[in-house]
């Protein structure tokens, strides 16, 4: 699959842009954000978004199971993710120190923040249930993902 992953990132850029084109909601670009990424990449187990509110992420819309709802900024994946304004790859999640475990099937991650203008708004959160799911064709492909969202949403800003 690694070979075809670029391809299947500027596939998933093209269907993003058009699925944000015209469209000003947050929560209605987040939700289909997540819901093409959960369905467009293989052996994800979860795909979301959380938002920043003052000091710690909170649950957006995603695609999987339930999740924990409140993530303080520093702790896990997501928090450590928005503290250092990027990108975070995990391939075991066992092995990462003070991991949030939401869902015990989890075994890696990635997390990338949205960053607008220097400020950190929230992570794009993702996890499989297989160790060493994601390189950095995937966090690389990702970031893009999370570019056009970020830039989507500064073109219609409220």
Avoid at 33 to 58: K, Q, S
Avoid at 80 to 94: G, I, M, N, Q
Wanted: proline residues 6%.
């Amino acid at each position: 699959m690694t070979a075809n992953k670029p391809e299947l990132y500027r596939d998933l850029s093209r269907q993003l842009s058009a699925l944000l084109a015209g469209e000003r909601d947050l929560i209605a670009n987040a939700a289909n954000t997540a819901a093409l990424i959960y369905h467009g990449l293989p052996d994800l187990n979860w795909a979301g978004f959380y938002f920043r509110a003052d000091a710690e992420l909170v649950l957006g819309p995603f695609q999987g199971k339930p999740a924990c709802v409140r993530i303080p900024i520093g702790t896990g994946v997501c928090g450590t993710a928005a503290e250092r304004a990027a990108a975070v790859l995990v391939a075991d999640v066992h092995d990462f120190p003070g991991h949030i475990a939401c869902d015990p099937n989890s075994r890696s991650e990635l997390v990338v923040p949205l960053v607008n203008a220097g400020r950190v708004s929230g992570v794009l959160d993702l996890d499989s249930p297989l160790l060493g799911r994601f390189d950095e064709i995937d966090r690389e492909g990702c970031e893009q993902l999370v570019a056009l969202f970020v830039e989507h949403r500064r073109q219609f800003p409220g």
